[in-house]
């Protein structure tokens, strides 16, 4: 059986505003915190949730070989001003760091590429992001909230009004 903090519990409280960016939502509960309100008693929480994977650029053979050796050589004068320091001269176990690395570099992002067959021929990142956010408050300080961020006009209208988790 699972101990109660290793559980996620779903966030609870009533909504008090509704945001389209994360930045609106922090900016709502920093301006309650400036008027004293209790913020302990509220969550952000990110509604309907998608994974999003922007496409950065197309992968090709020399790109792999660059990037390989670029982070590799990175490593590589890293390890190489490491010996420098401990061993006494720094030229040799620099250079040596610098060009080992790059060629571990290359080996390490060749072989995974190579290995792809060709099925996954672009770069990209991946984000999760929140079609709204919105902060919920505890039930005994939520009319108080609610008013102070309609007050501000930083929120639209909140979109539901009954309590969530209880």
């Known amino acids: 059986m699972a101990n109660q903090q290793s559980m996620r519990l779903k966030p609870e409280g009533w909504p008090v505003g ?3 960016t994360y930045e609106q ?10 008027r004293n309100f209790p ?7 990110g509604v309907n949730l ?15 070989l660059f990037n390989g050796a670029a982070s ?30 790059a060629v571990f570099g290359i080996v390490l992002a060749v072989v995974p590429y190579a ?3 060709g099925r996954r021929d672009f770069t990209s990142r991946t984000q999760i992001v929140a079609g709204r956010y919105d902060v919920l408050c505890a039930p005994a300080n939520a009319p108080e909230a609610r008013d102070a ?9 909140v979109q539901r009004s009954t309590p969530q988790g209880g």
């Open 18 to 20: 509704s945001f389209e």
């Open 25 to 34: 939502a922090q900016q709502a509960v920093d301006l309650l915190s400036d």
């Open 39 to 45: 913020v302990g008693d509220l969550t952000i929480v």
């Open 50 to 64: 998608m994974e999003v994977e922007r496409v950065t650029g197309r992968l090709t053979w020399g790109r792999v």
């Open 72 to 101: 590799g050589a990175w490593m590589g004068l890293f390890f190489g001003l490491l010996f420098g320091i401990l061993g006494g001269g720094f030229l040799v176990p620099m250079v040596a760091g610098v060009v080992l690395g």
């Open 115 to 117: 290995a792809s067959g």
């Open 149 to 157: 961020i309609a007050q501000s006009g930083i929120a639209g209208p």
